[in-house]
Structures are given as structure tokens and as C-alpha cells.
């Protein structure tokens, strides 16, 4: 298995500008989060979703959409990005929901926004 | 707000000497905890949990200790190696929760030869 792969790794961005960090497990896992990771902070929840076709905000979704269309794959779409929005992105997934299951966390994504 | 945080930011152990890193979390209805390592340009990565029914949980070299009285947890980490250092993550969230884990900021441990 590959577990939880995220492409693209580093990514510059203009202001303004949209794109798509893409996250795809192979563990048939129905729970996968994307989170932001500031430098000197923990994760923050951008958006989870508890399984295809099912999405939900977490702490901090503003400026991000996300999709689940399938199992394996869950898109974050950045809509119109801002220097704000530089920072590190992790996607996560699990067979099961917190408590029941581990979270295993992709490589991550360096995203910076000029 | 519910918040989960760390006393330190950076704690240096010699290699061979136990590491014990520390975490505060606020939220009472907090029932599951998770301690993650991260090293340097790579995803957080599970190394033990405890659940509140619990106030020791061992793993292979490391222990979590939770006091919910104080609203406290530490991990243990015995023979510090080389390969311990990373930043160590706390986690808190309730069971069965989908909206996954609160993170708090993190502890850098450096091990010294």
C-alpha cells in the first residue's frame, strides 16, 4: 500500500490565483481530513469528510471547498488564494472515526502565496 | 475557548537519559488523547493513545500518563535516541468524534549526543 499520498509537494501561488492540492489513500479508509500546519502551531481541521459523498467544515474552512466523490480521493480546492493561506497542508485518513482508528497523515504539501 | 497546549517549547535530553514532555489540554469533554512525533518535513506520525478511562497506557519505549484531574498529560520516552528527535505533537478529541483531533503547538526535543 501506499498509504496517503498528496501531490503536489511545493507549490508558489500569485494572489488571486486558484489550484488543487490533490490527497488519495489506497487503504480503503472511509475518513480522510485535510489540515493547515503554520509554522510554530499544531494542525488545524480545514475540512473532513466521513465518507464519499459526505463533507463538512472543520475549525478553519474559510477560502478552501472540498469534494469526495470517491472513496480514495478528497480534492482541497483553494478558490481565489491569499498570502494568508501559505502554510503547510496535511491530509489524513482513517477506517473509522477518533478513538476507533489511527489517523495516518500524508507527506504534506508546501504551499506559499505571494 | 477549548485550547490544548504544551509548557515547552524546546526540550534538549542527552542520548540515553529519559525525555518527559508535557501537555495541557481544557476541554473536559475530551475522552481520547494521541501523541504524535513529527520529524522534519514529513507528516505526523502515530506513536500512542489513551483513552480517559485510563491514567498509564506503555508502548515500546514510551509511556502516556493522564491526570484528568489537572487536566494534564506527559509521554515518556526511555532511552532517548538520536532518532527520538522530532516535535512532538498532543492531541485531544471525544471518542467517536468525526470531526477528527485538536492538535496542540508542540514540542521540539533535540537529543544530544
Known amino acids: 500500500n501506499a498509504g496517503v499520498t498528496q501531490t503536489p509537494k511545493f507549490q508558489v501561488l500569485k494572489t488571486g490565483q486558484s489550484m488543487t492540492l490533490q490527497c488519495a489513500q489506497d487503504?480503503?479508509?472511509?475518513?480522510m481530513s485535510w489540515y493547515r500546519q503554520d509554522p510554530g502551531m499544531g494542525l488545524r481541521l480545514i475540512h473532513y469528510?466521513?465518507?464519499?459523498?459526505?463533507?463538512d467544515q472543520g475549525e478553519v474552512p474559510n477560502g478552501y471547498n472540498v469534494s469526495r466523490s470517491t472513496t480514495e480521493d478528497f480534492p482541497l480546492r483553494l478558490l481565489s488564494a491569499a498570502p494568508s493561506q501559505t502554510s503547510v497542508y496535511f491530509c489524513?485518513?482513517?477506517?473509522?472515526?477518533?478513538?476507533?482508528?489511527?489517523?495516518?497523515f500524508g507527506p504534506g504539501t508546501r504551499l506559499t502565496v505571494l | 475557548g477549548e485550547s490544548v497546549g504544551l509548557h515547552l517549547p524546546t526540550l534538549s535530553v542527552q542520548e540515553g537519559d529519559n525525555s518527559i514532555i508535557n501537555c495541557a489540554y481544557s476541554?473536559?469533554?475530551?475522552?481520547?488523547f494521541i501523541w504524535y512525533k513529527q520529524e522534519s518535513g514529513k507528516g505526523p506520525q502515530f506513536i500512542i493513545d489513551?483513552?480517559?478511562?485510563?491514567d498509564k497506557r506503555q508502548g515500546q519505549r514510551v509511556t502516556v500518563l493522564l491526570n484528568k484531574t489537572v487536566k494534564h498529560l506527559s509521554l515518556q520516552i526511555a532511552a532517548t535516541q538520536p532518532g527520538d528527535s522530532a516535535v512532538y505533537f498532543c492531541?485531544?478529541?471525544?471518542?467517536?468524534?468525526?470531526?477528527?483531533?485538536?492538535f496542540g503547538s508542540g514540542t521540539q526535543l533535540t537529543v544530544l549526543p
Open positions: 489524513a485518513s482513517s477506517y473509522g472515526a477518533v478513538g476507533t482508528d489511527t489517523q495516518y
Open positions: 487503504m480503503n479508509h472511509e475518513y
Open positions: 469528510s466521513v465518507g464519499a459523498g459526505i463533507t
Open positions: 476541554n473536559s469533554a475530551s475522552d481520547y
Open positions: 489513551i483513552r480517559s478511562n485510563m
Open positions: 492531541a485531544e478529541a471525544r471518542s467517536g468524534s468525526a470531526r477528527q483531533l485538536t
